[in-house]
């Protein structure tokens, strides 16, 4: 069953065509990577998936619904999550209480315990702004892992995270596969080949390929749009 | 019972204590400040935990003092339902003035709340037949009276001012206590985030503008109530000014920072003015002061130094 479908999906910005005709179906328990050079449309198009940015045409369809016509805050409450390119998270509060924003529930027990599955339970009631950066960025991949999405959105959640955090993430990633369904944008090509189960291409705002991680690899359109072409 | 809940009713212990030993003319002076006080803690709702910087709170400080007064004046309402029409007339002003103003942020719902702030003022100034514009009118001694108490009487109406201060004092503090406070601050501290959260921010920022409004309406009404006078002054740009003032100094976002606000500035004006004629002067150097020093204001700075758990 797919979890996540995109049909046609269109984001025009003043003559400009950002994402084109974009059809997407990402299934129940897989990783699906959405990868893509500068400028090709990924963060728009989960914008749109998510509803931050709302489509000039096409529709997006979440667990067998329309949801094209809800807001974002609504789209959440059904299910998805969703962490930003550039970190957001409540600076001047506690980790606790950015944990307690994320589960809709004063809890602070189980905030204590999605902090502890990234391993700052006990930094619990620093303020978040005092972590340092590779910190902060797991501290909003907790808020995003501890609502138990049905879909769990991550725009580049690796960037900016040193070597030893980015396996640590991995490992993260790895113990949510076959429960939550994860629509990752990601640069690190490695990242990509150890967690995706299917890939989505994209070059200027349409898909340029989509396949397993082997299939994309050995795609010649791919390696065009990554490495130009032979005589460049 | 928690600290906050401590230090709110020690308050008020304290202030139903002053009410009875303080000399005469501060006794008059405490009662104008709780009124006002109240103001700043509607105003504190909006600017200080939810992070809207509004430049028109005086339209709902008015809408108050006005829904109350035209009803005593002209209508022959008694005291306590005039009361109640000022304080429906602000929560309707302030629905109506957030579900346009809202659809604005930062700077511009600044402008558009000032711009709305000046059309009430205008408006008041237009209907001079009734409202008697600047010079406004005086409500007759008789009817200021609820239940038999005299609000004339000076301990009277300190306490009725007291009672209107610690309710919103205690409703307020509350409110930041339970879920949907949370859910303010979180607006004020990252409004995309929250919504990215699964929150409506569009509907917290509209109860938290019209529970704002209403709160500065009830201070307006019992202003006009309690000192016995409805004046245009009450609505300009400059009673929108104080409340961010007093908050500011007091320290935004802290319970009873608004109260300390208040006080701090009416006495510091009391004070230095009578020294010199230049007391303006002397005032805008100890904002400055404070705004280089104390950039949390008075309370802000007290929970960044010596109490983490104030509220």
């Not at chain 2, 103001?39 to 992070?51: D, H, K």
């Not at chain 2, 930041?176 to 601050?185: A, E, K, N, P």
């Not at chain 2, 307006?220 to 009450?234: E, R, S």
Request: glycine fraction near 10%.
């Amino acid at each position: 069953m797919s979890v996540l479908q995109t049909k046609g999906l269109t984001k025009q910005y003043a003559g400009l065509t950002a994402v084109s005709e974009v059809s997407l179906t990402v299934e129940q328990g897989q990783i699906h990577a959405l990868i893509g050079p500068n400028g090709a449309g990924k963060s728009t198009l989960v914008g749109m998936v998510a509803g931050r940015t709302e489509p000039t045409s096409g529709e997006v369809w979440f667990e067998g619904e329309n949801v094209t016509p809800l807001p974002a805050h609504a789209r959440i409450r059904r299910g998805m999550a969703y962490t930003f390119q550039i970190t957001a998270i409540y600076e001047r509060l506690t980790l606790a209480a950015n944990l307690e924003l994320a589960l809709r529930d004063r809890s602070r027990e189980k905030a204590i315990a999605a902090l502890d599955r990234v391993g700052l339970a006990d930094r619990a009631d620093q303020l978040a702004g005092d972590l340092a950066y590779g910190h902060q960025r797991l501290l909003e991949i907790a808020m995003g892992v501890a609502q138990s999405p049905k879909l769990l959105i991550l725009d580049e959640p690796t960037q900016g995270l040193a070597e030893s955090e980015i396996a640590e993430f991995n490992t993260l990633i790895k113990s949510l596969a076959g429960d939550t369904t994860i629509l990752l944008i990601e640069h690190n090509m490695n990242v990509v080949m150890e967690l995706a189960d299917r890939i989505t291409v994209l070059e200027t705002g349409s898909v340029l390929a989509e396949g397993s991680p082997d299939d994309i690899k050995s795609n010649p359109d791919v390696q065009e749009a990554y490495l130009g072409h032979a005589e460049a | 019972m928690s600290k906050s809940l401590a230090l709110h009713l020690g308050l008020i212990a304290i202030l139903i204590i002053a009410g009875l030993v303080l000399p005469a003319y501060h006794q008059g002076n405490l009662a104008r400040i709780l009124v006002l006080a109240t103001y700043a803690v509607g105003y504190n709702v909006l600017f200080g935990y939810t992070g809207l910087l509004s430049l028109g709170h005086a339209m709902f400080f008015g809408a108050g003092m006005y829904g109350l007064g035209l009803a005593m004046q002209h209508g022959g309402v008694a005291a306590l339902p005039a009361f109640g029409i000022g304080l429906l007339a602000a929560a309707a002003l302030s629905a109506v003035v957030a579900v346009l103003a809202l659809r604005t942020i930062g700077v511009a719902f600044m402008i558009v709340t000032l711009m709305f702030a000046q059309s009430a003022f205008l408006t008041v100034l237009y209907f001079g037949e009734w409202t008697r514009g600047d010079e406004g009118f005086v409500l007759q001694q008789a009817t200021r009276q609820i239940a038999g108490l005299d609000l004339t009487n000076p301990l009277i109406r300190y306490y009725a001012a007291l009672t209107l201060f610690a309710a919103a004092l205690l409703i307020t503090a509350r409110m930041m206590q339970i879920r949907f406070g949370h859910i303010l601050i979180a607006i004020r501290e990252n409004e995309e985030r929250t919504t990215m959260l699964g929150y409506n921010t569009q509907a917290h920022k509209f109860a938290a503008l019209v529970i704002s409004g209403t709160l500065s309406g009830a201070a307006g009404a019992a202003y006009a109530l309690l000192f016995g006078y409805v004046g245009a002054t009450f609505t300009s740009v400059q009673y929108s000014i104080f409340p961010l003032l007093w908050v500011l100094l007091g320290g935004a976002g802290t319970t009873i920072g608004p109260l300390i606000g208040t006080l701090f500035m009416f006495y510091l004006i009391d004070y230095t003015s009578g020294l010199t004629n230049a007391y303006l002067l002397i005032v805008g150097v100890v904002l400055v002061l404070l705004t280089l020093f104390a950039r949390a204001g008075i309370m802000g700075e007290v929970r960044k130094r010596f109490a983490p758990w104030l509220p």
